[in-house]
Each structure stands twice: as structure tokens, then as C-alpha cells.
């Protein structure tokens, strides 16, 4: 297979959703490549809404050797 899954704000969204049920994710930047073997990184800028506080989510969505997505999510000071 050589074509490799999109990924819009809406799709990662939902892929990051109830990780904090009281941070507040905005979208913040996207690096899309083009073929399986590289990976799609998107970052999320958090904020807490009961203190403030801000962290950050890294989305990774890298393809197997099948061209299977793989999804990572990384939080960063939340």
C-alpha cells in the first residue's frame, strides 16, 4: 500500500480525546510526510482548566513495515 492515512485536526483530536478530562487541547502545529516509512507529527498545546497550567501532546502516527499507522501519544508536563 502506498497511500498513507491522512490526518486531520478533527481525526487527532479524537485520538488524543480523555486523556485529561480537564485540559483543553488546541491544535498547534502539524508535520506531514508524504510516504509510510515517515512518520506524522503533530503537537498540541494544552491547557489545565481548573489551574492553568500548560502542557503539550505529541502525536505520532508512524506506519509499520505493513503500512499499518501506528499511534504514539507523548504528554509533556501535563
Known sequence: M???PSA????I???VQGLE???EWVFSEA???LFPSQ???VTFAGR?????SECAVIYQNAADE??????TVEKTGC
Open 2 to 4: 502506498f497511500g498513507y
Open 8 to 11: 486531520d485536526e478533527k481525526g
Open 13 to 15: 483530536v479524537q485520538a
Open 21 to 23: 478530562d480537564d485540559t
Open 31 to 33: 508535520n506531514a510526510q
Open 39 to 41: 512518520a506524522l507529527a
Open 48 to 52: 489545565d482548566i481548573t489551574d492553568g
Open 66 to 71: 505493513f503500512s499499518t499507522p501506528v499511534i
